[in-house]
C-alpha cells in the first residue's frame, strides 16, 4: 500500500517520556502527573514500545536526554517523545524555570540531525499548558 509506513520490528520503537514534577520553587508541584506517566508507560508497552523515563529535567537537560536517546536510537518503526511539564505558547519549562521551544525539542530529530529516524514516523505528545489567558501576568523567559 502506498504512502504508508511499515510497521514490521518486534519492538515498534522507542517511548521516551520526560515527567517535571518539582521545579524547585519556580511553578507548583506537579504531583499527579505520575498517574499519567504510568498509563502512558503501560501503553506503550502494550503497543510493544521500548519506554524510557526520565524525571525533573531543567531546560539543558530536556535538550541534552533527548539528544542522548537520538544517539542511542534502537532500530524501530517510530519514535515517540512525551513530554509533560509546565508551559506557556509554544514552550515547556524545565524544572530550573527556563523554556525550551517544541520546535527545538521537535527538531532534534529531523531527518538532517537524526538520518536514522528518516522517512519514519515521529509522535510528540506534550502535556503542558499554553498559557494561561491572564492578562496581568507576564512569564519571561531567562534563556
Request: net charge negative; with cysteine; hydrophobic share 30%.
Amino acid at each position: 500500500m502506498q504512502g504508508c509506513y511499515k510497521v514490521t520490528h518486534e519492538t515498534r520503537g522507542l517511548a521516551v517520556i520526560i515527567n517535571n514534577v518539582d521545579f524547585r520553587g519556580k511553578f507548583d508541584k506537579r504531583d499527579s502527573s505520575g498517574y499519567d506517566v504510568s498509563n502512558m508507560e503501560g501503553l506503550f508497552r502494550e503497543l510493544h514500545f521500548e519506554v524510557k523515563k526520565h524525571k525533573d529535567k531543567d531546560a539543558q537537560g530536556i535538550i541534552k536526554c533527548l539528544e542522548d536517546e537520538r544517539s542511542n536510537l534502537p532500530e524501530s518503526d517510530i519514535f515517540v517523545a512525551v513530554i509533560m511539564s509546565h508551559g506557556s505558547k509554544n514552550c515547556v519549562y524545565g524544572t530550573d524555570g527556563k523554556s525550551v521551544q517544541i520546535e527545538e525539542i521537535i527538531d532534534i530529530f529531523n531527518g538532517t540531525k537524526c538520518p536514522k529516524l528518516k522517512d519514519t514516523p515521529k509522535v510528540f505528545f506534550i502535556q503542558a499548558c499554553q498559557g494561561d489567558g491572564r492578562s496581568n501576568q507576564s512569564i519571561t523567559n531567562d534563556n
